[in-house]
């Protein structure tokens, strides 16, 4: 229960100035500062890296943090509350929120007489975060899925309905998946989470501790990175690897591939606690990492004692294989599952659908009990009913991912397509697999045009938003999980604000 006096809001945390300028980095996009600045922290707002009810600095602090005027971050915050953004009290200072269903943008305010005015009001594309979110439609099967695992539920209704562990079922599903596909696996080393951050942040919880050091690839996934920081370490970044065909075993031979030798001597000098890696189809350059470069993974592993957590939740997003091919083209990274040090995790929401939050890990059986008591603390158990869809939906995956992989396929050409046309300037591979490009802008300002893109209408996700240190300031990821037509929209609505960025 809230004791704030109506109209306010509760103030979970405060933004100091440094982190602000951090976060925001090269924010101006063109126009008039104000609504630039604006248009940065509403983006920012949008993307989640900039949680609501979240204090901002006073003012005068973020103009100097800044190095702008204080008229340009009082006009700029209150731009923010005519668009529904942020909230100020006498006392309480600025306020970030979430803007309620009915606010609507008003008219840019008329700038001054040394920058031209900002963008017009344009009515919001069927889904503004068409670029940035990397979650698709649910596949076709889903529906029958949920059917039969309703018909199943009556078998459990007169349990308790927790399983800290997961389902016996779907836990004997899950070691079946991952022999199939190479690494011998049994029940008892799998646990079920509620999808993949999840088993990620249970991991991070019952490994780290405050001030221990975790190995990440440079970029990485946003998300994992938060909860390994929010477990107390500190992120020791190494190079993801680059190269077009890595997936099918060779590589560009002008890009270089994920330096193991480098891997290892990191390991071997800070000694971390956790290393997370993403081995297939990588979140969000699209590496893959070729069978010497997994071995020599494992090996590293092995010899430093170090937790190598693999996350395999793109795995199955194969889009340049044969699509009806029953199981990926790559080993996994855990190899014959004999060693101890390598975990996997994994999830149904990318393969089948985002609103499934069902995961897992396999692991060594004494982690996997470790893991079971840290979850507790959290959500008990995973739902009954969205473990026993997930039982038959790997029961039927083969026709199910066939035809996500080719909607999927047509998806990614489509929008390599229409950036080609559109932002012929901008660099990047055509990604083998996953759900999204890396984009090559030429120039440092992929915070500036994420900034212009929300005024647009459109969600993009900055490169800094994937390194643990603010760098790849001249990249961006784009997504392509999303109907064609609103990925026609988007782009239209892209091209425009690097209009405004480039000039």
């Not at 040394?114 to 009001?121: L, S, T």
């Not at 990614?412 to 996953?434: F, H, I, K, S, T």
Request: net charge neutral.
């Amino acid at each position: 229960m809230s004791l704030a006096p109506a109209g306010t809001v509760d103030v979970h945390r405060h933004l100091s100035p440094a982190a602000a300028a951090r976060l925001l980095g090269r924010w101006h996009a063109g126009g008039p500062a104000y609504t630039a600045l604006a248009d940065a922290l509403r983006a920012a707002v949008l993307a989640g890296t900039l949680a609501p009810h979240t204090r901002l600095p006073s003012e005068r602090d973020l103009a100097v943090a800044l190095g702008v005027s204080r008229t340009t971050t009082a006009a700029a915050y209150g731009r923010l509350r005519e668009l529904g953004f942020a909230r100020s009290r006498t006392g309480s200072g600025t306020v970030v929120v979430l803007p309620r269903p009915s606010a609507r943008r008003p008219a840019d305010r008329a700038a001054g007489g040394d920058a031209p005015p900002g963008p017009a009001p344009r009515p919001a594309p069927l889904d503004h975060a068409a670029l940035s979110e990397a979650t698709t439609a649910a596949a076709s099967g889903l529906h029958a899925a949920y059917s039969r695992a309703l018909e199943r539920l009556p078998e459990y209704l007169s349990g308790g309905g927790y399983e800290p562990y997961g389902l016996g079922v779907l836990r004997e599903a899950l070691a079946d998946h991952h022999t199939r596909r190479g690494t011998p696996t049994t029940p008892d080393e799998v646990l079920v989470t509620t999808g993949a951050q999840h088993a990620i942040t249970t991991l991070a919880d019952t490994l780290l501790g405050a001030g221990d050091r975790a190995v990440v690839q440079s970029p990485t996934y946003y998300h994992a990175m938060e909860s390994l920081r929010r477990a107390g370490a500190r992120l020791v970044p190494v190079p993801v690897g680059r190269g077009d065909r890595g997936a099918r075993g060779g590589h560009d031979h002008d890009a270089p591939g994920f330096d193991v030798d480098l891997f290892d001597s990191t390991l071997r000098q800070v000694a971390p606690r956790l290393v997370y890696l993403v081995p297939d189809f990588h979140n969000p350059t699209a590496y893959t990492l070729t069978p010497e470069e997994r071995a020599g993974v494992r090996d590293a592993a092995a010899r430093h004692r170090v937790t190598v957590v693999g996350d395999e939740t793109l795995t199955d997003l194969d889009l340049d294989g044969d699509p009806d091919a029953t199981g990926p083209v790559v080993e996994p990274l855990a190899g014959d599952g004999t060693s101890p040090y390598v975990v996997t995790v994994g999830s149904a929401s990318k393969s089948f659908w985002g609103g499934l939050r069902v995961g897992w890990v396999r692991a060594h059986p004494d982690l996997v009990a470790r893991l079971a008591r840290t979850r507790q603390s959290a959500d008990i158990a995973t739902a009954v009913l969205e473990q026993l869809t997930v039982v038959e939906l790997l029961d039927d995956a083969p026709a199910v991912l066939a035809e996500r992989r080719r909607t999927l396929r047509a998806q990614r050409d489509l929008l390599c397509g229409l950036l080609a046309r559109a932002l012929p300037q901008w660099r990047g591979d055509v990604p083998e697999g996953g759900l999204s490009l890396w984009v090559d802008l030429g120039a440092p300002v992929a915070q500036a045009l994420a900034a212009a893109a929300a005024a647009e209408g459109v969600l993009v996700n900055a490169g800094p938003t994937f390194t643990p240190d603010g760098s790849a300031a001249d990249r961006l990821r784009l997504t392509f999980s999303r109907p064609p037509e609103q990925l026609e929209h988007a782009v239209a609505r892209l091209a425009a604000a690097w209009a405004r960025v480039a000039g």
